[in-house]
């Protein structure tokens, strides 16, 4: 399934369109106008303000309060356009590339790409399927010029439920202590986990079933216990860090992680109207 830069553009060609499409979003599952109590309200747009009001009583709603959009000064169509180059592109969207496509300052662009990021972080534990979830650690080359490479590089957690969904955090160190808060944050206790054999792993098998496949030695398959979803998972965000964002900062490192963990969870799907509904779900 597609959606073309075309589609997107005849659907919203001005920001009365792109509000009006976040203010239905906003209010599809309004029976009733919240301050007068009449049923299926009508509200229409006031002139002039990012408004709308119930015919009824006044009421007013400003969609944009309280999502990315609301102290930004940039117009909606922008913003949706870069949604839109987010939610296609494969390795990632730099502030750079987005700030060529757009036609904004680099700062707004920069600004721009955090702030829908922010909308790609997910929550859920992983487990619900009974499939077995790969957990494994990898080091992520960071800018600088350390000669030591585990100095210069940043580890990211990931836990995969095979032919499912994918939970990343990055840490300053993997450890036993940062790997086990990470693993009960996000699968249910009880679930089948493959590992490799590091000791960092080593409390697992006290809440989870598991098994562990030795990576030193080359056995890549034990048994049919792999890592191999989740390898394909890191090979693929460190090719876009060092092709698309050319080495990250730590503190940046994080919210490239979680837009590579979202565009794996939604890669059967069309990311753009998900990504659209995510920014009226208020917290
Ligand atoms: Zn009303």
């Known amino acids: 399934m597609r959606y073309t830069l075309r589609q997107m553009q005849q659907t919203f060609p001005d920001d009365a369109a792109c509000l009006d499409f976040l203010f239905k979003a906003l209010n599809r599952n309004m029976a009733a ?21 119930c015919k009824d009583c006044g009421n007013q709603i400003y969609p944009l309060v309280g999502t990315i959009f609301q102290k930004s000064s940039t117009p909606l169509t922008l913003w949706f356009h870069a949604i839109y180059l987010l939610s296609v592109s494969k390795n990632g969207v730099s502030a750079k590339e987005l700030e060529r496509q757009l036609g904004t300052s680099y700062k707004t662009s920069h600004r721009m790409a955090k702030m829908i990021r922010l909308l790609m972080q997910e929550r859920g534990r992983l487990g619900r399927h009974g499939f077995p979830i ?3 650690e990898a080091y992520i080359k960071g800018r600088g010029k350390h000669h030591n490479y585990h100095d210069n ?3 990211v957690l990931a836990a995969v439920e095979v032919g499912g969904q994918i939970r990343t ?9 940062t790997a086990m808060p990470f693993i009960f944050e996000n699968v249910y206790k009880g679930s089948t986990l493959h590992t490799d054999e590091s000791k960092i792993y080593k409390q697992v098998k006290q809440y989870y079933k598991h098994d562990s496949v030795r990576h030193i030695a080359k056995e890549f398959v034990r048994n049919g ?19 698309t964002f ?12 979680s837009e590579f963990a979202y565009r794996y969870n939604h890669r059967t799907e069309v990311m753009f109207p998900l990504l659209l509904e995510k920014v009226v779900r208020r917290p």
């Not at 955090?169 to 202590?177: D, I």
């Not at 050319?246 to 992680?257: D, I, M, Q, R, W």
């Open 33 to 53: 106008c919240p301050k007068c109590g009449v049923e299926r309200p009508g509200y229409y747009r006031v002139k002039n303000r990012k408004c709308y009001e």
């Open 134 to 136: 790969e957990v494994d």
């Open 153 to 155: 590089s940043t580890p």
């Open 169 to 177: 955090r990055v840490v300053e160190k993997a450890t036993l202590q």
């Open 225 to 243: 216990v792999t890592t191999n979803h989740i390898e394909g998972f890191f090979s693929q965000l460190k090719r876009s860090v060092d092709g």
């Open 246 to 257: 050319h080495a990250v900062s730590p503190y940046y490192l994080a919210s490239y992680v």
